[in-house]
């Protein structure tokens, strides 16, 4: 190998754990800072953007270093996830008025529908009555499109707890915040701490608990903080805080990455061996929850020894977005949710438009099973069956556009076979991820239609089909993120052009414009502020208004950290930047064209200055 191989490889692992260093960006909860690894990801190969995101990724499964930070293996993790489990474990034997409630915004409300619908139907499956409820913030419509503002409202979040739980006797309510940050479910886990009778609240999130947000919430007196602060002093008997440290994200604060995948594999692990134990007349073990864990952290390893297959759909959606195509991602099973997740997640995520990268389930809202059922008059956004595919997709199809298939041994192979030759008929760039079980013999009629095949064969287990999800959320999130990547959405691993829809967003917003330009926070959210009312002066009833009505503004409004970037990098008015951002409408581009013009402003001042002297 060669002496510079060597030399990034070293550079790579130094760079893993420096994060963990308590002077690496000290101001930033783990969930915000920006990951070492990936500070070039803008200028990477599709190769090393899946290599970058597998040394992300197996952040998530480091252990102990005798930081301050617990990981997903220490003991005082899986000591509570033991005790959670052992929770649910007493609700599976004495189910009656019981509920184990899972709730979050964004990401984190799409997995705790993804995790409720998948135990529920266990149970189903065992002719058990359904213990498990989602409630995600904004609502069923949340689940397919961004309602980022609903993240804000702590009592909304109690109300629609109370609401659900209407008569029960006992509720295991698990609230999931990444970020230990959303209001949405801070109001929630201190409604279930006001009513110990009833309620018994769990946390998880990936910052430790002093990094809890410490902003005051809309209408509420206490902070996120303070409400973790009095779990804590419930915690172990009435209270339990899941929150190991898995590493800042790829794309800086994108916790829909790793902050989904470890929320998935700590949850699942808790109610899987909730449910063996209870099924089974035995208990759970921390022996069971280590293996499970270990399992999915296999799965990590067998999906990215497929690095090329990931790394070459990555090239080929990056191509479609950027000549103006579309990805679809045609799924089969739960992998239709899968592919559903992360497609919504690109609208908020990259400001990307709903056709960019786009979901479909076979059966559509009958294989979702979500609590309002059909959202289909909601808008062509919420069309999301095969045969919407067929008929609003399928006639306009062209090789600009990519189409990943996604399915596994246990779903119906003529009816995706059926599905591929009418995709072939208009397009090749067909592509498939199929997860297929050890000794399966079938042929593989299906791949030589395809113009790349990514197989995936799995030792059966009765949790396979939870790891076929993970490890397709794992391909799925570095196909949209590296080819968003590829299309110049991400300067250096921030994503610039943020869409500030929520109070968390707005001050992601600000510390960005911060790190960019290096003004003072004042100045970057008078920027801010002047991008997203358009005015060239702020009057006072702006400067004065709350975070919520700057946000609602924002949401009609498009680009606007990138317009405030551009005015504090040049010192130019709101029109200027305009005129800049449309002669580059590639935001990494535009971004480097402002800091090559104001270094060079810089420096003739400096020559000016200097002649002057
Ligand atoms: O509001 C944006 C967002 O960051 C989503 O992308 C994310 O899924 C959601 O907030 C929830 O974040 P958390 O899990 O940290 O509360």
Redesign the pocket.
Known sequence: RSLTMEKRDFSEISDTCKWESPDYEPWFPV?EKSNPLTRDIDKSSPNHIVRLLAACDAQMFQKDTGTSYQRLFSDSVVLTMLEVARTVEQILRDPEDSLVVLS???????LAFLMASCFNRALRDRQQNTVYCYIIAGGDRALLT?Q?AS?DDPKLGMLTLEKLCEGKRRVLFIG???????PF?AGQLDFCLKHPDIYTPVLV?FNPVTQAREETMPGYSLTFREVVQRMEEQRGQRAFIINPAVGPEAIS????MK??SA?KILLETILAAAHTAAFTNTHVTRRVLLDMMRGYERVYSVTYSHSDQIATLLQTAGLSLQCGGRVCYLSWGSLGLVGLIDAS?CI??FGADYEDIRGFISGGYQDMDNIEGDLTSLGSQFCIAHEDFVSLVLPTLSDRDTVLLLYTCHDDVGDVEKMVHRVREKTSNLHSLYHGLEGDTAVDSIGLLCSSVLNITWPSSSTVHMQWELSSKLVLNAVSTGSHVLKGKIYRNHMVDLQV??S??YHRAIHILQKMSGVSLTQCEEALLKAIYHVEQLPEDITSAGVTTHTLTASRRNRVVPLALVCLLIGCSLSEAESRLESHPVVRDAVEACLTSSQHLTSSAGDQNSTNH
């Open positions: 969930s979050g915004c964004g990401t984190s409300g799409r961004s980022e993240e999931i915040s990444c970020g230990l940050s959303a479910v999130g604060g994108s916790s829909r902050g989904g929320t997640e908020p995520t829809t929520n968390k967003l």
